[in-house]
């Protein structure tokens, strides 16, 4: 990405002269002497572009660029195609998002052509959409990233088992369980050479490893190019580069490299076309040398001609590979916190779609809206290289509103097919009756707040029974929906009279109340300087250090040990009880006009929830906001969670990974052995341990990165930045909203944690009531709660049910599923295709942090 390059150079002088250096040649015709090197040394060289979504160009321009390379390597295929088969051109997609635009574009007989060409094997399909920050990924969206593979391999009839990525350094451990469904079995990772890579490229480059799933069950071949996604094209032209590469295998052999086949990507750079001399180099260099060999190939055949070689040899690394670049994505915090969620909606409603109208499910539209949400998580933000004095020069803007669109696009759609589901009826807000969904497995009790408009403030359950409510200060109507029931609804009749005032939630000062939960605010500072739990004889926020929990933290530039922190606070009592209680803290903050934070305990409920609002400042020089939570918990453990995983900072990354900030999907636990508490995150996707980070520039040398994460019971939740100076962007402005929870609890409980942080992103579903009433049936049953129902979604040809379930505690379990419904006629194991694979009889196992895909018929 943050380079363009072109090459003009002789390609046939180059190899020749580069490969000489190496040993002397043997040559087929002359007979000459032995080489001294005893290494027979096969180049594998892997064409394609690196595929950035803007950067270079608009992305509409961008479009058109790879259309245009993808005919012009169709016809170099045809051109070469009597050619020896080691010299034959092959080309690699790198990504399916160019595949499908060109798909989406072209007459149907150049998509024929396409077709077979990849059929033929002249064509190497790589199982991701896009080139994505994976850390921002949430877990059903890893799965959607590789949709497209499926779909586009079925059309041509093979199998997708490899994916490319370029530029991005760094992945989160739930990829290999994506790719495991998706049958991908290897991984050409290209990073970045020299911006901002950390120490990725020292630990892996030119060192293939089996990356183990999560589970334990499946693992990738994964391999780190020399010289990243952009080859040899990096070095220049002519001698220089005969010199480099000759350089590169000495380099090889000398550190003890102990395979004889070698990776090279074969790009000239971002968005730039084919090497189409690379043939006739490779023709002409065969038929007249032994070895080295060189040979044009698909990423999947390297792949496995190295496996077949060398797979006893491989060592095997479990962990999470901590990415880097994610922590741009602060910089648009706002649609980042929106992208978050509409991943989350979109589940939600493919859940519900599923349980209530699977016949019309509306599978292009999903796809389109999963599009959008993997578009934003694409790893390209925005143009190249910028100063904040011409940020606004239409070449940036234009890209931006693309950008943002993805984002804005994709709430929208999530927003459109949740609602879609229910049948057109009019506004909660004038309804008598209201219908609450639980979308997860188990059974849920919730705060449900009505519009301001909700007609009375009496709420009866199913039968009869008064529900506790409360009429709040901004005229919404909240009540207590206890044990909906999982995969399924109730109802809710509203009437008129006076709210059951039952409750003993209360509001003081700058302190709340409920029997579960106290909390005491800190006056000076906002923060909460107090939180305590029933059961629990401790403190649980740390005042020594002045932290607390929920502490604005403002960084200059990169000025780490003056952070500035919020003035002139004001804490009100916002709602007072005795179902609600909450306190309103508005302060001054450096950056923003004004920051506005939140705190809400509900009775019946054991947690507390925090809304903060930062009305951020324009700002263009750089900066880094974070919100601080110090736990008071002696000798505590802090667990991440992430897609289809759980680790611990530096115990389970594996070498490489990012120390400076960790990728979080929905919570954190701190925990010693009596007590802890989770941390929920809705809209923030990265965190600090410990203490704040703040990288200007490029950040090049591997030493100036953090290299050892010691145990700390302190994160920051790292919400705004615009330290990049380039892709991401340089400012940003106006209200976002930053949402947590906080769970206290006893020992530590890894299922009950997943479900916590599954509840505060995946929020029980209110409709107008129209029609007949849910049946308060749960759709299905699992019969442990060590595994949880991670999606449902009607299949693609709308004949089945794809469920997905997950081994949330960690421990290997078998579950049935207790249908109540429908009466399934076969279950089957399936896949990312959603093809049956296998007949389930009886209960399904599931490994710990194991994913298990259903097909229901």
């Known amino acids: 990405m943050t380079r363009r390059f072109s090459v003009a150079v002789s390609l046939i002088t180059f190899l020749a002269a580069a490969l000489s250096c190496v040993q002397p040649a043997v040559s087929q015709q002359d007979g000459q002497a032995a080489p001294k090197s005893s290494r027979k040394w096969v180049l594998y060289l892997l064409p394609h572009s690196h595929v950035d979504i803007g950067y270079t160009h608009v992305q509409t321009e961008v479009a058109r660029i790879h259309r245009q390379v993808i005919e012009t390597a169709l016809d170099l295929c045809r051109k070469t195609a009597d050619y020896p088969p080691e010299a034959r051109f092959k080309w690699n997609v790198e990504v399916l998002w160019a595949v499908d635009s060109y798909l989406r574009e072209s007459p149907p007989e150049k998509q024929q052509q396409l077709v077979d060409a990849v059929r033929a094997g002249q064509f190497g399909l790589d199982a991701f959409y896009g080139n994505e920050l994976t850390g921002l990924c949430r877990p059903e969206e890893l799965l959607r990233m590789m949709q497209w593979g499926a779909s586009i391999g079925r059309r041509c009839g093979v199998k997708v088992d490899s994916a490319m990525t370029s530029d991005v350094p760094g992945f989160t451990w739930g990829l290999v369980s994506a790719m495991a469904q998706a049958g991908v079995k290897y991984f050409s990772m290209g990073p970045n050479l020299d911006h901002r890579v950390g120490r990725t490229v020292t630990a892996w480059e030119d060192k293939p490893f089996y990356w183990v799933a999560p589970d334990g069950q499946h693992k990738v071949l994964c391999w780190t190019a020399h010289a990243g996604y952009a080859g040899w094209s990096l070095y220049g032209a002519g001698s220089k580069l005969a010199e480099r590469l000759s350089e590169c295998l000495a380099r090889l052999e000398k550190k003890g490299y102990p395979y004889d086949l070698v990776q090279l990507r074969w790009s000239l750079g971002d968005n730039q076309g084919l090497d189409a001399s690379l043939p006739d180099v490779v023709k002409e260099w065969n038929a007249t040398h032994e070895y080295p060999r060189l040979v044009i190939a698909t990423t999947a055949e390297m792949f496995r001609e190295f496996e077949r070689r060398y797979a006893d040899k491989i060592p095997v690394v479990r962990g999470d590979f901590t990415p880097y670049w994610e922590d741009g994505a602060a910089s648009s915090a706002r649609e980042t916190a929106l992208n978050r969620m509409a991943g989350e909606r979109l589940v939600q409603a493919e859940t519900l779609w599923a349980l209530l109208n699977p016949k019309e499910y509306p599978a292009r539209r999903f796809m389109e809206a999963w ?83 909700a007609r009375g403030d009496v709420v009866t359950g199913p039968h009869g029974e008064a529900i506790p409510s409360q009429r709040l200060s901004t005229g919404e109507l909240a009540f207590l929906a206890k044990d909906v029931p999982p995969l399924a609804g109730r109802r809710y009749m509203i009437g008129l009279g006076k709210a059951d005032a039952k409750g003993e939630a209360k509001a003081q000062a700058a302190s709340l109340a409920t029997p579960f939960i106290s909390v005491q605010l800190d006056p000076g500072s906002g923060t909460i300087a107090s939180l305590r739990s029933a059961g629990i004889d401790a403190e649980l926020s740390d005042m020594k250090s002045g932290m607390g929990l929920n502490r604005y933290c403002y960084v200059v530039r990169d000025r780490l040990e003056e952070p500035l922190h919020e003035s002139r606070v004001k804490i009100a009592v916002q709602e007072s009880g005795p179902l609600v209680a909450s306190l309103r803290v508005e ?243 399936s896949n990312l295709a959603e093809e049956p694979v296998a007949a389930v009889e009886g209960a399904v196992h599931v490994p710990a942090f194991g994913l298990v895909t259903l097909r229901v018929e």
């Open 371 to 453: 599009r959008n949400v993997l578009l934003y998580d694409e790893h390209t933000w925005g143009a190249r290289q910028y100063n904040v004095t011409d940020y606004d020069v239409p070449f940036i803007t234009d890209q931006w509103k693309i950008k943002q669109a993805f984002a804005l696009d994709g709430d929208a759609q999530s927003r459109s097919l949740l609602d879609a589901v229910f049948p057109v009826g009019g506004s909660v807000e004038t309804s008598d009756a209201v219908d609450v969904f639980n979308t997860s497995s188990w059974a849920r009790t919730d705060l449900v707040v009505l519009p301001g408009k």
């Open 587 to 829: 302060s001054d903050a450096p950056g923003c006009a004004n920051l506005t934070r939140d705190i809400r305990v509900v009775d019946g409920l054991d947690r507390v929830d925090i809304v903060n609002v930062l009305d951020k400042k324009e700002v263009r020089e750089k900066e880094g906001v974070h919100l601080g939570f110090a736990f008071n918990v002696p000798d505590g453990v802090m667990r991440i969670d992430i897609p289809w995983a759980v680790f611990r900072p530096e115990v389970d990354q594996i070498p490489g990974a990012c120390k400076e900030w960790l990728s979080v999907g929905r919570w954190v636990d701190v925990s010693n052995r009596n007590y802890g508490i989770t941390w929920a995150t809705l809209d923030a996707p990265i965190i600090e341990v410990g203490s704040l980070a703040a990288k200007l520039g490029k950040s090049e040398a591997p030493e100036s990165w953090r290299s050892r994460i010691g145990p700390s019971q302190t994160l920051y939740s790292y919400v705004m930045n615009n330290y990049w100076i380039t892709n991401y962007r340089a400012f940003q402005s106006g209200p976002t909203t930053f949402r947590y929870g906080l769970l206290p609890h006893k020992q530590y409980d890894l299922a009950a944690a997943q479900r916590f942080g599954i509840e505060c992103s995946q929020p029980l579903v209110v409709t107008r009531a129209v029609g007949a009433a849910p049946s308060g049936r749960p759709f299905f049953e699992l019969d442990t709660p060590d595994v949880i129902v991670a999606s449902i979604k009607p299949s693609e040809d709308r004949k089945a049910l794809i469920v997905r379930v997950f081994g949330a505690a960690g421990r290997p379990a078998n579950a049935t599923l207790r249908w109540a419904e429908i009466s399934p006629r076969t279950i089957w194991l």
